[in-house]
């Protein structure tokens, strides 16, 4: 799927989304999804995921935040505005935004604690607070609701990673990747996490290199990798890389970013951004 979405929903704004009467019931995904000029689709957790990951859903955020004026009683919209406001935490790391986010999630589990992706938001949220161990029921009890969603599995082997398992992430992922040939490009992301933290290095280039566009904390990942591999001369051209698609990057702004990140494990990144040549 190679549609631009993200700069569709960046040039819409709410002022030009018609007045709606409120969400019901089933009605609700398809209400959103007219909402969002039908882009979203009637099934739109699972599109936003497939097609985008947090950066599409991060510029859905005002398409959930409308659903939630529309009908305050939408656990989904809440759960999936909690995870967009984490995107745009990433972009101006400010404390009232991560806070809206942990509200956001909270309320939807007020509305719907058997809904998996009220779970996967909380879970989300709390990772992201730095909140690790606290994340994991979240987590599990998202799978436990629906053990079939490849898509709460991907975000899961994500979590465990995060936790230092990369083990049981990489196994998770070679289950939920038997059962979808066609994944979304971002798994190739988080895999490529699990096998840093394994210090497979090789495996998380070639993981990286399935997908088509890269974000600069990707080729910073490739950087990483070089650098311990001992490639110096590759490491300072994915360092380029890292530059060139984010000029603002910085080693000590990526390591407040990825703060939520265990100890050893950020620091492990960090050394190998510096290795590589990134500044500081």
């Given at each position: 799927?190679?549609?631009?979405?993200?700069?569709?929903?960046?040039?819409?704004?709410?002022?030009?989304?018609?007045?709606?009467?409120?969400?019901?019931?089933?009605?609700?995904?398809?209400a959103?999804?007219?909402?969002?000029?039908?882009?979203?689709?009637?099934?739109?957790?699972?599109t936003?995921?497939?097609?985008?990951?947090?950066?599409?859903?991060?510029?859905?955020?005002?398409?959930?935040?409308?659903?939630?004026?529309?009908?305050?009683?939408?656990?989904?919209?809440?759960?999936?505005?909690?995870?967009?406001?984490?995107?745009k935490?990433?972009?101006?790391?400010?404390?009232?935004?991560?806070?809206?986010?942990?509200?956001?999630?909270?309320?939807?589990?007020?509305?719907?604690?058997?809904?998996?992706?009220?779970?996967l938001?909380?879970?989300?949220?709390?990772?992201?607070?730095?909140?690790?161990?606290?994340?994991?029921?979240?987590?599990?009890?998202?799978?436990?609701?629906?053990?079939?969603?490849?898509?709460?599995?991907?975000?899961?082997?994500?979590?465990?990673?995060?936790?230092?398992?990369?083990?049981?992430?990489?196994?998770?992922?070679?289950?939920?990747?038997?059962?979808?040939?066609?994944?979304?490009?971002?798994?190739?992301?988080?895999?490529?996490?699990?096998?840093?933290?394994?210090r497979?290095?090789?495996?998380?280039?070639?993981?990286?290199?399935?997908?088509?566009?890269?974000?600069?904390?990707?080729?910073?990942?490739?950087?990483?990798?070089?650098?311990?591999?001992?490639?110096?001369?590759?490491?300072?051209?994915a360092?380029?890389?890292?530059?060139?698609?984010?000029?603002?990057?910085?080693?000590?702004?990526?390591?407040?970013?990825?703060?939520?990140?265990?100890?050893?494990?950020?620091?492990?990144?960090?050394?190998?951004?510096?290795?590589?040549?990134?500044?500081?």
């Open positions: 799927m190679t549609e631009s979405l993200p700069t569709f929903f960046l040039s819409r704004t709410m002022s030009h989304v018609p007045s709606q009467p409120p969400l019901k019931g089933a009605s609700r995904p398809v959103l999804s007219k909402l969002s000029g039908g882009r979203l689709g009637t099934g739109w957790p699972t936003i995921f497939c097609r985008g990951g947090l950066s599409l859903i991060t510029e859905a955020e005002p398409f959930f935040a409308r659903a939630i004026e529309l009908d305050d009683g939408y656990a989904q919209a809440y759960a999936l505005r909690a995870e967009a406001l984490i995107g935490y990433w972009r101006d790391m400010r404390a009232d935004t991560m806070q809206q986010a942990m509200d956001c999630a909270h309320k939807a589990l007020l509305l719907d604690d058997d809904d998996p992706w009220c779970q938001a909380m879970g989300f949220v709390l990772t992201h607070r730095g909140q690790r161990d606290l994340a994991g029921p979240y987590y599990d009890r998202a799978i436990s609701l629906n053990p079939t969603d490849i898509q709460i599995a991907y975000s899961r082997a994500w979590w465990l990673s995060r936790v230092g398992r990369a083990n049981e992430a990489l196994e998770s992922l070679d289950n939920a990747q038997h059962r979808d040939p066609f994944p979304p490009e971002w798994v190739w992301e988080v895999r490529a996490i699990a096998l840093l933290v394994a497979r290095y090789e495996d998380a280039i070639q993981s990286l290199g399935h997908m088509n566009h890269l974000h600069a904390w990707d080729h910073a990942y490739i950087a990483i990798c070089h650098a311990y591999l001992n490639r110096p001369a590759e490491a300072r051209a360092a380029s890389e890292v530059l060139r698609t984010d000029p603002q990057f910085t080693v000590s702004r990526y390591a407040k970013i990825e703060g939520y990140t265990l100890p050893a494990e950020l620091k492990h990144l960090v050394d190998g951004m510096r290795k590589a040549g990134l500044p500081e």
